[in-house]
Nanobody
């Protein structure tokens, strides 16, 4: 079992930055691939970024490439999502998730956090 708890969300103006954190607990948490997803009101959950267990590989959706950076600190069992140049379209509830397979398919992720709200004002 892996438990995930997100933090760091909030209200920010367009062009601003936020860093989300996801604290993982569980004996094998550091061996999982980790991903960030988001869901805006009335929309389906969508993939944002993912990182391999050793941080050697990362993936991003096209719309956040160059603005968001995913990273992890396995010593702290924590995954981060640094978000810069935020846009109102980035407004959503952001979820972190853990999977045994690296990729952007939500169905591949076995464990999910409760989510943290990010609101970007124009």
């Amino acid at each position: 079992q892996v438990q995930l708890v997100e933090s760091g969300g909030g209200l920010v103006q367009a062009g601003g930055s936020l860093r989300l954190s996801c604290a993982a607990s569980g004996r094998t948490a550091s061996s999982y691939f980790m991903g960030w997803f988001r869901q805006a009101p009335g929309k389906e959950r969508e993939f944002v970024a993912a990182i391999s267990w050793d941080a050697s590989t990362t993936y991003y959706r096209d719309s956040v490439q160059g603005r968001f950076t995913i990273s992890r600190d396995n010593a702290k069992n924590t995954v981060y999502l640094q978000m810069s140049s935020l846009k109102p379209a980035d407004t959503a509830v952001y979820y972190c998730a853990a999977a045994m397979i690296l990729g952007g398919l939500a169905d591949n992720y076995d464990y999910w956090g409760q989510g943290t709200q990010v609101t970007v004002s124009s």
